[in-house]
Every structure is written in C-alpha cells, then in structure tokens.
C-alpha cells in the first residue's frame, strides 16, 4: 500500500462524503469521518472482491453493522468500483439508490442494517455457514461503539468465542462519542479489550486512522486461527473537521454551505 | 387420531434434513420441546444451539439466510416473536432473507406454565411485518403440507404450531395453498373462520348448531396472511355473518385480518379470542372456560350474534 497515497485519498474522501451529506441535507458526519481510514483499508486493499462480481461466491464479506454512517461506506464503495460517483448526488433521495442507512440492493453491500446491534451475529452465521460450505472466506463486521452498548452485540461476542470463528473479525470504531455525548459517560465499555478478551477474542488495539497499524491489525486477524479477532481502533469522531472532532452534536447533523466549506477548506490547508 | 403439531414439525424437519442439505435448523436450547431434536442428533453438523439468546438466533439464521441455505429457527411462541422482533423486522422481513419462523406452544394449550408462556400476541406482531407470510396449520397433517410449501416459497414465514394434540381435521390430499382458506363444512346461515384448534372445536359447535336450526360453513383460514379475501366476500356477501374463532387476543389477529379484508363490504364480523387479558395457569378446558374460548361459551355468543345480526 502507498502510504502517501492513501492519506491523501482519505482527504479527498472527506470532502466527498461531506459534500454528499450537504447535498442531502441529512446524514451522520460524525461516525463517517471516523470510520473512513478503516473502510478504505479493507475495500481498496485488504479485502478479496470482485467490483464486477459483487456475489462472487469466494469474497470476503463485510457488514456494516452501524448502518448509519453510509456516507463514507458509499464514497469508499464507488471508489473502489461498485456504482459510478455520479450516484452520490442522490444520496437520500427519493427513487434513487443511496438509502439513508444500508441497503442490501446496493452493489457492495451485504445486509441492509439501521437498527444497531444485529450485524454481528449475522456475521456469526456468514462465518458459520462459510465453515459447513468449506470455505474460506473472511467475514468483517463494522460496529459503532454507542452501539455495542446493545446487549444482543454481546450475544454474537458469545457465539464467536465459543465456536471460535477464527473467519470473523470485529471492527469497533472507537471514537469515544455517541449522540448524546461521551460513550462512556452514558454507559462505560471500559475496559474494552478485556471484555472482548473475556469473551474468547483476539484483540487489537491500533489507532484507527494509521493506514499501517490498520493492516497490522488485519494481518493480526490472518494469522489468528482460533479465535476471533476484534479489531479496537480508536479513532475520532468528526476527524479532519477541526470543528467536529470530538463533539456529538456532529454525529447526525448535516454541515449548512459555510460549514461545508469550512469543512473541505480543512482538508487542504491543515494537514 | 390426534397427534401434536409440534411432533409433525419435528418428523417433516427430520425429512427435510434428508431430502436437501440447504436445510439448516436452528434452536435456543428448546429443541427438545419443539422436536427438532430428532434433526439435531441426526445432523449436528446443521444444527446450531444458541443458547438462550433469541436475538442471536435471528441474526445467525440470517447469515445462513444470506450464505444460500434455508434456516429453520424454531422456539416457544412467546420468545420467537417477542424478544428478536426488531431483528425479524429489520432481518427476517426488511432484508426479506428466507428465514423459516417456527414457533411452538402457542396459545392458551401451553397449560400449567401459565401465562407468561400463553402467547396471545405472536400473529398480530407477525401479520404487521411486510414480506412475511403467517401461517397457522389446523393439526399434524397440514402442519406437514405448510412446512414444505413455506420450504418451497422464498421469503420469511411465520408458522404458529403448539404444545397440545389437535385433532385430525384436514384432507392428506389436498394440497396447501397459500392464501387459500379452506370450507370443511358448508352452511347458508353464517360462517366459522376459524384457525389451528379452534377448528376442531368450529366444527363440534357447527353439529350443535344444525340442531338448533342453523346452518354453519366452517373455513380453516390456515393462511392467515396472505388470507383468502375472495373466499371472504363470497362467504359475506352470501348471509353477512361472520364468526372468528381464535386462540389469540381478539386484538390483531384472525378476527382483525378477517375484518380488514371485508371492510369494505357490508357484514358483521364477531371476534372470539381473549378478551385484553394474559393466561394463567391451568388445565386447557379449565382456561377455555375461563376465556370463553369452550364451546358453551362460543355457542352462547353466536345464538346472541344470530338474534342481533
């Protein structure tokens, strides 16, 4: 992977999704920016798919189980293929393709999702069916960390452990902020990794938007091959966006035309 | 003969198992009471045991879902609908994944255990879901044909089985159709719909009633959603009387589908179902009494409705 490269990819990509979710006027910014460096390493590097063949039998499988933050997943999507760009004009949009959340019709995208909590245990099962089919494929699950406050995400952490799905690999963007305000304010996960590890899972701990540590982390979850992995990135809610970061009032708010200027300004001048 | 729904579900599980190896079954640690224990021990391979975790549950089925087989889930009624509704929803119904809901010890027959596990509610939450079909079987031989064909068709299915033995009231060869009640008996004067048990029961009430001079069609409407509106229309439009018969709150279930896919003919439609109550523990006789659900207490309701309507 070209280093370089891919920052500056991610800048780019900041300022797309920003503009898709000015365009419709609604949308989550927040979890967007902070799950980007994440997307973008699995579906422009890591992952085995075929952008021609989005049902190709042998892909690895990713579901974003925080449905809600689709404004990068669909950047990182065209990007690597699946639909023309063109298509991010109509994000929201009535008719048109780009739901609000996840939807399944989209070509790159495995499970409609929107209501939290449910993506892992799906992956559960892809990874389990995948084992009575004798394949091989890996099986990636995105969660929010507001959103592994569900109970039933825990559900899915039992099962993985116990049946040790060595396929399955759990990303939590961790970027420490929920709607309402700090995670673990409202309800503490802390620590995480030994909760995780408590559960029968590998852990990795990295910085969420370091394109190395990132594959680090990937090739940990490879090499892994008895127990599941969880990949535990921390991150930024709102990153790129000096005015954003940190704060929830960005997780479901859409930029109005000078704060989306600001916003992509941002991506030019600071870093 | 009598024979409970729940062991026809186990047996034709058993046999889907061999006929086609996309059949998966799925359980959170009751597969002994809902017999698909016989599939589990026969192949384990294709059987998972979640545990006590009902949202687990869906979400696994769905990932077999999306991977090409067909997941079976199967548990008591008041837990398969109930705790993983929202995953049914957003799952089962919005990704429309071919997710087979078997749902054992429905309704008041469930006895002793009381009323925490009398579900009441399971086909009002389940008719409500876009995509998915709700099916009741009338005894051991429908249960059978159902299973299959919910097999055969593509998309979520919702089947209402339960704990008790039901008597034998079905035709073997005539075939399941979805969205397609039906008549096992004809009568001019008004019509039974009834569902699961409460047929059996329709049909001892209709002979009862032929005595007293009135004529009563009884319709199986084992197809609760799609349901038989044709078959409906015909039936009010021929006297305008309609009777519901159902093992369920009149809130939501047989009675509404019924009423809503007559509300815009003229007819009169009478709901017998609980009354907004939970279930209790008791014997099965004991609690249709208490709910007027034997047949003293539904032959008193349609002599009153006769006279009214």
């Not at chain 2, 469930?110 to 409500?128: H, K, P, T, W, Y």
């Not at chain 2, 008597?167 to 039906?182: N, Q, Y």
């Not at chain 2, 008996?185 to 047929?199: H, N, Q, S």
Request: include cysteine; charged fraction near 25%.
């Amino acid at each position: 992977m070209d280093i370089i490269k891919m920052e500056n990819l991610a800048r780019r990509l900041r300022a797309e999704l920003l503009n898709t979710i000015y365009n419709a006027k609604s949308g989550h910014p927040g979890g967007s920016l902070s799950s980007l460096e994440l997307l973008m390493t699995l579906y422009l590097h890591k992952m085995k798919i075929d952008v021609n063949n989005p049902q190709w039998e042998e892909r690895d499988r990713f579901i974003m189980s925080k449905g809600h933050a689709t404004p990068g997943l669909y950047s990182v999507l065209s990007e690597a293929g699946y639909f023309e760009k063109e298509e991010l004009k109509g994000f929201r949009r009535f008719g048109r393709m780009l739901q609000g959340h996840a939807y399944r019709s989209i070509p790159g995208v495995e499970l409609s999702t929107g209501s939290l909590g449910m993506g892992l245990s799906v992956g559960v099962g892809m990874t389990m069916a995948g084992r009575l089919k004798g394949s091989n494929y890996n099986v990636y699950v995105m969660l929010g960390d507001g959103e592994i406050q569900e109970g039933s995400v825990w559900e899915a952490a039992m099962s993985g452990g116990h049946h040790k799905l060595s396929n399955l690999c759990a990303i939590i963007d961790y970027n420490k902020v929920q709607e309402n305000g700090f995670v673990n304010d409202i309800k503490n996960l802390e620590p995480l990794d030994e909760r995780w590890r408590s559960f029968g899972w590998n852990v990795v701990v990295i910085d969420g938007h370091n394109f190395k540590e990132i594959l680090g982390a990937i090739e940990s979850f490879k090499e892994e091959d008895s127990k599941p992995t969880v990949i535990i990135a921390n991150t930024v809610k709102g990153k790129g966006v000096d005015f954003m970061e940190y704060d929830h009032n960005w997780h479901g708010k859409a930029p109005d035309l000078k704060q989306l200027e600001d916003a992509v300004a941002n991506q030019i001048v600071k870093r | 003969m009598e024979k409970a729904t729940r062991d026809a579900f186990g047996e034709v599980l058993l046999a889907l198992g061999e006929e086609d190896e996309k059949i998966v079954s799925l359980s959170a640690d009751l597969q002994d009471s809902t017999k698909a224990i016989h599939f589990q021990k026969k192949y384990p391979e294709r059987f998972v045991n979640v545990g006590i975790a009902e949202q687990d549950l869906i979400g696994i089925a769905a990932g077999y879902a999306l991977e090409g087989f067909i997941p079976i889930v199967s548990s008591f009624a008041a837990f398969m609908t109930t705790r993983p509704f929202d995953m049914i929803r957003m799952l089962a119904s919005y990704n429309n994944l071919n997710i087979k809901i078997v749902a054992t010890h429905s309704g008041l027959t469930v006895g002793e255990d009381g009323g925490s596990a009398q579900m009441l509610e399971d086909i009002a939450l389940m008719r409500a879901l876009p995509n998915m079909k709700v099916y009741c079987p009338v005894d051991a031989i429908e249960t059978e044909k159902i299973i299959r064909a919910a097999v055969r068709e593509d998309g979520p299915v919702y089947i209402r089985l339960a704990r008790a033995k039901y008597p034998e009231v079905s035709d073997p060869d005539e075939p399941f159709i979805s969205g397609r009640g039906t008549i096992l008996r004809r009568g001019k004067d008004l019509t039974i719909v009834a569902i699961g048990y409460m047929v059996s029961r329709a049909l001892e009430i209709a002979k009862i009633l032929e005595k007293e001079g009135i004529e009563a069609k009884v319709v199986n409407m084992s197809s609760i959603k799609p349901i038989d509106k044709h078959m409906l229309k015909k039936c009010a439009a021929k006297n305008g009387r309609i009777v519901t018969l159902e093992e369920h709150q009149k809130i939501g279930g047989l009675g509404s589908a019924v009423c809503e896919a007559l509300s815009e003919v003229p007819v009169s439609v009478k709901i017998i179902g609980v009354d907004d109550r939970f279930g209790q523990s008791g014997k099965p006789e004991e609690l249709f009494k208490e709910y007027g659900l034997d047949n003293e207490s539904i032959l008193n309701e349609i002599r009153g409705f006769m006279k009214d309507v």
